[in-house]
């Protein structure tokens, strides 16, 4: 159970009480619907007309969207509201015991000046697996797109007239339950926020560097590394900090004795490269319940499979793999992939003391700027693609 | 570094950058001072008079102690005012990275119609620990003590008069920094409130059940396991659903391929046994990275050590030894402690589909009985000691 080839554990397919209502095979799911939605909305007139998009997550919209459920009356009709603080009980669990989680997606203003959200039901399937890992209640997922498409489209003039920015899409679903007792909760807030911004890591296209020292864990077999959990990440933060102090911009997190490459910062990880047997290879880890199954991660492997170009994997490489492939000049690119930054090339990993420098090819030549530039047509609606939602 | 036994990570010996302030060895860490205390109490007449104690942790008292820090501002004074619901940022990283940690400790009201705190130090330390590695900012442990008591001091008439129950004490340190980028905070609160109540596990002295699958993973080196973060237990939901669906009170968190026994539920867990050669041993896991320092643990080994009558060892058993020793009938009991429950004896384990009935001796010759009698005669000032602290 510890190897990470070992079979995933099969918490997803267990059953749960009616109250939940996750895995309700054939049945509809008791959920809020979109067509109940209740406004609350600013006059024109004391709306927000600019927005400082200098910082990523800091600037957010005029309006939000909250939805309340609790085990005695099931969930209430959503609101988009004006952004407001949260009014939550001291012992509320969420603040105690982490019973929390989020997602990240965007919404793109295009050329044509549509709006467009990329692959947003990859981010409602995933929101509704971490509420089950969370015991927070199941809802439809497409009801909650529905609302989030209806809020996007209210905050529309948020979204920036740039081929860079976008608006973040920030879901996030809180246990309110107002006890101590560590318990399922019996209430809980599901709300969604807007902030509009340029790519999470504004550094001018320079490289990252990252911290690799196997004395950190991100996530365990057994634990919620595939799930957007609040715990994943505050558990991440003194290695961050450690990794700062060290002269690095993030974490890379290893694994196991033999220190496999898992993910980076809050990103998941690919290895652009000439693999032992001399095949060009594209690979990053599998999702094996360590790995969050990351929406640009899984959009880098079907534009990479439809290519058919190269070879693309799912499979764990080492650090000593590694290594003896940039020594032997087989690396051709490192990079980071996620929602808040989409694609972030890796420079230099310090690894046991010493300076791993992956080299800098010519631009135009790499892969990155290729997946960038094919992500981005979609986005900005110059390519046309089912993978976005008109809102 | 996968090995339980290996090195203890080191985090807790890196100097951090001045603004958080921990380990400013001989130097006074910047803090708020119980002298700032402001106060805004209610006027007795509007103060609560009576205190539902039916069920742990949902009833709380008439004030909270609130203290604010930003890395600008630095600590704030320290108040006590009405207890009310928080206002957060809905951006908050507290509620969306899992930057929280948390406390429990309690004051009992003795015979003699003092108020003592139990070990309150160990807390305090425990909790400038998990500050620590939550990248939250360090304070004066004593100061924070002062602060509680004097909370305690004016809550004083909801210490049950009981020689069952108590005030139980809830530190909580969030961070409060309303951005999304993932980063130490730079504003936080730290905040107290009380509850009070009976033992948690009011079974009436009915036996826990656990179950045992090692397909969940409470904590893993690398980890948060031995600080009181709150993902440590948002993570550990779906498994103590999971129990309950298979008829268990309580998860017994397994660790590695050998599945040691390290905890159960949220509390540290104790067996009390003929070992292999045939001596009488108390053992609990040691304080590796995977467990939680508990106090209730640390005095359990503090007085049977002084006690000197049988061996009392900090290592790891696995359910192999437990099952031998079980059929040999070499277990004389196992139990779980903690500050919630105190001392809780376990009866059953379901483990690879099989329930393992632990045997119940003469409740009067028990450990547990003997341990809680010990324990509780210094919490109700029964017995003279310098572990309590009158308030």
């Given amino acids: 159970m510890f190897g990470v080839t070992a079979a995933q554990c099969d918490w997803f397919n267990l059953e749960l009480k009616p109250l939940l209502a996750h895995n309700m095979a054939g049945k509809s799911i008791p959920s809020f619907q979109a067509a109940d939605l209740v406004f609350q909305l600013l006059s024109s007139s004391t709306r927000e007309t600019t927005a400082d998009v200098s910082t990523f997550g800091t600037c957010f919209t005029d309006h939000m969207l909250t939805i309340e459920w609790s085990v005695t009356e099931g969930w209430q009709p959503p609101l988009i509201k004006p952004f407001e603080n949260l009014s939550l009980h001291p012992a509320c669990s969420s603040l105690h015991y982490g019973i929390q989680l989020f997602e990240g997606l965007k919404a793109y203003r295009g050329d044509d000046n549509r709006l467009r959200i990329f692959r947003p039901m990859l981010n409602m399937q995933r929101m509704a697996n971490s509420a089950k890992r969370a015991c927070l209640p199941a809802f439809d997922q497409s009801e909650l797109l529905e609302c989030i498409r209806r809020l996007v489209e209210i905050e529309q003039d948020w979204v920036p007239h740039s081929n860079q920015g976008s608006l973040y899409i920030r879901p996030t679903f809180i246990s309110t339950e107002p006890t101590l007792g560590l318990k399922t909760p019996t209430r809980a807030l599901l709300y969604v926020i807007l902030s509009p911004g340029r790519p999470y890591f504004a550094n001018g296209g320079k ?165 960038t530039k094919e992500l981005e047509d979609i986005q900005y609606g110059r390519t046309a693609s089912d993978w976005t939602l008109l809102v």
């Fill in 207 to 371: 490289d990252v560097s990252l911290w690799a020292d196997p004395k950190y864990t991100r996530a365990w077999i057994g634990g919620t590394g595939d799930c957007k959990m609040g715990g994943n990440y505050g558990g991440s933060m003194f290695a961050q900090y450690e990794a700062v102090h060290y002269g690095c911009e993030q974490v890379l997190w290893l694994y196991g004795e033999d220190h496999k490459i898992t993910e980076a910062g809050t990103m998941n990880i690919f290895l652009h490269w000439i693999n032992e047997d001399g095949e060009e290879e594209l690979s990053t880890p599998p999702l094996d319940g360590l790995i969050l199954p990351g929406v640009t991660r899984q959009s880098i492997l079907d534009i990479t499979r439809k290519w058919d170009e190269f070879k693309v994997t799912e499979r764990y490489l080492t650090m000593a793999q590694f290594c003896s492939a940039l020594k032997q000049q087989r690396v051709k690119e490192l990079f980071g992939s996620g929602t808040a930054c989409m694609i972030c090339p890796v420079g230099l990993i310090l690894y046991q003391g010493e300076n791993l420098h992956i080299p800098n090819q010519e631009k135009s030549s790499l892969l990155t700027t290729r997946l």
